[in-house]
DNA sequence: CGCGCATTTGAGGACTGTCAACTTCCGTGG
DNA sequence: CCACGGAAGTTGACAGTCCTCAAATGCGCG
């Protein structure tokens, strides 16, 4: 393991506050893995041994049930998943694959919870890791239940652009079938919706996106801090849910809905 | 606080391995109130400067965007809310409202912060807690993108049934347009849903629902452990997500979904 | 240059939401 | 004890959203 490695990990939120034993201890078991594009890190299921840490490339997390399969989550580095199943020790909800060549970081479970029991520092990182998550979940939920799939899309758009902090121009990071799992479509209406986002200034070409007019996207898309994290990447601010979470789902108008009586 | 109560917040699993100091300066600034039926205990945005512990009664837990809402979490004594939020010290992403007359023990969010630097064993329940609400979310997530409304109200019935260990008959708890929500869907087509069902066995009578084919509801349900959570309440397993995060939301057969390709 | 795969487009159907009317249930008050 | 009023739940008709299947188009890579 290159010693960048290691800054990237120790610069990681969840080690940041370690106390440098703690570190020590941690990344002693550790070893690092390179993993060619499509590669099935982990099944839904399976018992979690290590908690990994991507440091280059994609993943994508998923979940599949009665023959049917959507991604719940895709990753960039630098990040940690599977941490809430080595906290618990327990199976997997969801399968993890490679979007591309990767590189990972395999840290051991049983380190990790030594960690948590010796270093209350670090243990206080792992549950605001795990607090992050958690709300990148329930934004999702929120997501997902709230809003028809043109107005996720919408949304996705604003916030890939206000985190990338990319003029008015937003490149997608990955097949528009995956974007299609992730926020809940399938890509028929993934390209559909990108049609229906034409009158607001949507031009796509290829895996550019360019958004002509802010403004009227944004009147659609009607972006909310509760359900849509605007925080710009490797940014200052205490990390929730640095994943694409970005919900799913279809919800056309939003089902479990309940249009809010104004009494 | 009655000694009956302070027992039972001290039989939580947050609390259960906390050292009793830890449990003493946690309870110590924390007062015990009561709410009627209808109370908005906390609204999504604001900042929330209590751990909320419900020792009696019902709360919902809700989302609200554009002028829609849907339930995301019904919780049942005894249970936490709001952790992820506390641990984080940041706004709530999601509203809390009574469903009934409800007990509700708040402990300051500086307590907890205190107590979880102060007693890593502490610390760690809390990271469990966190990383079973976040499962309990993912789990909510794969129902609503995986399976339609009547797959869900099946898996709902099923898991309702097992976690109440009643026979054949369960019982609905909440309103039916309360429970609509949660499974993500309008009252109207939870109504419909249920009719759905009706040749798999299930009568329903207010709120007595009666599971008369067990084997022919398994069947459509297909009810798996990687979503649906059948651990009996107050089990001696590991609490994972006590909370009726059951999923919500339409997807019918699920979005985006892929039908998987046994290549 | 041509094959293969991702993406797009079109047509049709399934699932779900909306609206309105009706029934049932329940608590209040007579 | 019964009648009433209101809310919850149900049912029906209809519309909208989304999925499915099939075909066409476009793009990348060998």
């Known amino acids: 393991m ?22 020590r201890v941690a990344t002693a078991g550790a070893h690092l893995q390179r993993f060619p594009s499509g590669t099935t890190l982990l099944m839904e299921g399976d018992p979690v041994d290590f908690l990994y840490v991507l440091l280059d490339g994609q993943v994508e997390l998923h979940g599949t049930w009665n023959d049917r399969e959507t991604v719940l989550s895709i990753l960039r580095p630098v990040s940690t998943f599977i941490l809430a199943a080595v906290v618990l020790d327990t199976d997997a909800l969801m399968s993890a694959r490679t979007l591309e060549r990767c590189e990972i970081l395999m840290i051991p479970g049983d380190a990790i ?8 520092r670090f243990g206080m990182a792992v549950s605001r890791d795990l607090a992050g998550a958690f709300r990148g979940m329930v934004r999702c939920n929120k997501n997902m239940k709230l809003r028809n799939s043109t107005e996720r899309l919408a949304n996705y758009l604003l916030t890939q652009r206000a ?17 299609a799992s992730l926020l809940g479509m399938t890509p028929e209406n993934l390209s559909r919706s990108f049609a229906a986002l034409q009158p607001y200034g949507v031009t796509v070409n290829g895996s550019v996106v360019t958004l002509g007019n802010l403004t009227a996207l944004a009147q659609l898309a009607k972006p909310d801090p509760l359900i ?6 490797g940014g200052d601010i205490v990390a929730e849910a640095d994943a694409e979470v970005w919900s799913t789902a279809q919800g056309r108008a939003a089902p479990s809905i309940v249009r809010l009586q104004h009494s």
Chains 1, 2 share one sequence.
């Open 113 to 120: 919870r030594t960690a948590m029991r010796l270093d209350s």
């Open 163 to 179: 985190t990338h902090n990319s003029g008015g121009t937003v490149r997608l990071h990955h097949e528009k079938r995956v974007l």
């Open 228 to 233: 849509d994290n605007h925080a710009p990447r």
């Open 2 to 23: 290159r010693p960048s490695d290691l800054d990237r990990v120790q610069s990681l939120p969840l080690f940041a506050d370690a106390a440098p034993e703690t570190f």
